[in-house]
């Protein structure tokens, strides 16, 4: 599991972040992990620009997917048609 160090928390901070740690009946640490845990997963709206990114980095390339299966198919016919012939 990885770990991090965090300085420079400011006092009020900490007494808030022990205070709920308290009141949920956990220890500071296991509250910090769940608060970290939680504000962990990406927004619809991250998602969407992460998934644009994605898009334009692959946009460059000319890849057609009918192609694609279509050479998928092809070699796997090949291969059978092969096998076949050797036996």
């Known amino acids: ?9 400011d006092e009020e901070t900490m007494a808030s972040l022990k205070l709920r740690a308290e009141m949920n009946g956990r220890s ?6 769940i608060i970290l845990k939680s504000a962990a997963p990406l927004t619809p ?3 969407v620009a992460t998934s644009r990114r994605l ?6 390339e000319d890849f057609d997917i009918g192609t694609a ?3 998928g198919r092809d070699d796997e016919f090949e291969e059978l ?3 076949f012939d050797r036996s």
Do not use: G, P, T, Y
């Open 28 to 33: 500071l640490e296991q509250e910090l992990r």
């Open 1 to 9: 599991m990885a770990q991090v160090l965090i300085r420079n928390i």
């Open 45 to 47: 709206d991250e998602l």
């Open 69 to 71: 299966i279509r050479w």
């Open 81 to 83: 048609e092969q096998a």
């Open 55 to 60: 898009r334009s980095v692959f946009a460059k």
